[in-house]
């Protein structure tokens, strides 16, 4: 507590380093997999179910396995290689958007699935476009799309083994809040473990919290 208190510059600069890098991988989600999850559900195609499948089944997918392969990947050796973004900030955004990519297409997709299907064919009566009409679903949809967004964020924040492997865990650099606190774990130092853990509780409790908030008043 007295960490906390007394504003330690490391550890705030491991918080920061840690919200900045979820947030730029919240951005970038939220630019592919919100369309995605709009789009399959509000369309009608041969293997939606499929990709219905592949999407939720991604969610389940191990960490470590999306950071062996984007680490082979982004390695010297890799396609990505000249690139030189492994264990820099942009290997662990571009793990952590991968990360949460399937989260946020799920819950758009659950959240378009289940508007008022009277609306679509109101605006279709009324002789919207589409551009009209999507935007009128994705109205009706908005707390379950804002909800996408939060729980990809609060997944991101709180990821550990992407973050190690990509980043490095490198002071100043690649530490987040999570790699900070396995490392001062296995160096003993349970202040400064402690105190981060208290932090990433804190930013758990207020993106629940939130994420509760617009869950129930999406379904006002």
């Avoid at 002789?127 to 679903?137: D, H, K, M, N, V």
Wanted: glycine share 12%.
């Amino acid at each position: 507590m007295l960490l906390l208190r007394s504003g330690d510059p490391e550890l705030w600069f491991i918080v920061f380093t840690s919200v900045k890098i979820s947030v730029i991988a919240t951005i970038i989600a939220s630019l592919t997999g919100v369309p995605v999850g709009y789009l399959v559900a509000s369309s009608k195609f041969a293997g939606r179910r499929i990709v219905i499948t592949i999407i939720n089944t991604l969610q389940a997918l191990p960490t470590v396995v999306i950071g062996l392969l984007l680490y082979g990947l982004l390695s010297r050796s890799g396609i990505f290689g000249a690139a030189k973004w492994l264990y820099t900030p942009w290997a662990v955004i571009i793990g952590e958007a991968v990360l949460i990519f399937p989260i946020m297409a799920a819950y758009t997709l659950a959240s378009v699935a289940n508007a008022d299907p009277r609306l679509r064919k109101t605006a279709r009566s009324l002789g919207a476009g589409r551009w009209r009409e999507s935007w009128l679903i994705a109205g009706e949809s908005r707390f379950g799309i804002a909800a996408s967004i939060i729980a990809g964020f609060g997944r991101a924040i709180g990821e550990v083994g992407i973050a190690m492997m990509l980043g490095g865990n490198i002071a100043g650099f690649t530490r987040t809040i999570t790699t900070a606190i396995a490392l001062e774990h296995n160096k003993g130092n349970f202040a400064l473990g402690l105190a981060l853990g208290i932090v990433l509780f804190c930013i758990a409790l207020l993106v629940n919290g939130l994420l509760h908030l617009l869950q129930g008043a999406g379904r006002k």
